[in-house]
T-cell receptor, first 112, second 110 residues
Framework: GAGVSQSPSNKVTEKGKDVELRCDPI?????LYWYRQRLGQGLEFLIY????????KSGLPSDRFSAERTGESVSTLTIQRTQQEDSAVYLC??????????FGDGTRLSIL | GQQLNQSPQSMFIQEGEDVSMNCTSS?????WLWYKQDPGEGPVLLIA?????ELTSNGRLTAQFGITRKDSFLNISASIPSDVGIYFC??????????FGSGTKLNVKP
């Protein structure tokens, strides 16, 4: 498609389970970002991929969070042993060059 | 780290009124961006600014990249009910990293 695609759009899981969130960036976009947005809050940077460079993981809140990206395509964000405070919308964005980011609609994660 | 202060946090205005919101940063940015987020959706780009002093319009929206490169404002003229949403500013650093403000929630009364 033409935009950033995220799946699933909603995910409900039990505390302690692992979850995997997927992001398909816009074709040709070399940069990919993950953000977390808690209810009524702003965007919290998690991780940034740029081409084949080592990712900037400085925003990951704990070692339960990890992300991978295959080349310049799909990325997955994995949260292990989920906790209730992980409940949020996880947004993915992509860009190229010095152009602005374009966002997907997010995955709404609810931890019971 | 970089700090972005966005104000006001929320606004309640009457349809037809003009709106102004702004962002200030502790560091300089190469690009300033303004996004709007509707409930259940991701942020959508409204305006991008690439040069200090740049003033850009998009319909009823006008935004400026501050001369110091540490601030930006967004104005909305003659507001309408569909302007309701959360507006975010964002700055892009030298390392192609984006920093977001905490958002301005706009409510428009018909």
């Amino acid at each position: 498609g033409a935009g950033v695609s995220q799946s699933p759009s909603n995910k409900v899981t039990e505390k302690g389970k692992d979850v995997e969130l997927r992001c398909d960036p816009i074709s040709g976009h070399t940069a990919l970002y993950w953000y977390r947005q808690r209810l009524g809050q702003g965007l919290e940077f998690l991780i940034y991929f740029q081409g084949n460079s080592a990712p900037d993981k400085s925003g990951l809140p704990s070692d339960r969070f990890s992300a991978e990206r295959t080349g310049e395509s799909v990325s997955t964000l994995t949260i292990q042993r989920t906790q209730q405070e992980d409940s949020a919308v996880y947004l993915c964005a992509s860009s190229w060059g010095n152009q602005p980011q374009h966002f997907g609609d997010g995955t709404r994660l609810s931890i019971l | 780290g970089q700090q972005l202060n966005q104000s006001p946090q929320s606004m309640f205005i009457q349809e037809g009124e003009d709106v102004s919101m702004n962002c200030t940063s502790s560091s300089i940015f190469n690009t300033w961006l303004w996004y709007k987020q509707d409930p259940g959706e991701g942020p959508v780009l409204l305006i991008a600014l690439y040069k200090a002093g740049e003033l850009t319009s998009n319909g009823r929206l006008t935004a400026q990249f501050g001369i110091t490169r540490k601030d930006s404002f967004l104005n909305i003229s003659a507001s309408i009910p569909s302007d309701v949403g959360i507006y975010f500013c964002a700055g892009r650093s030298n390392f192609n990293k984006f920093y977001f403000g905490s958002g301005t929630k706009l409510n428009v009364k018909p």
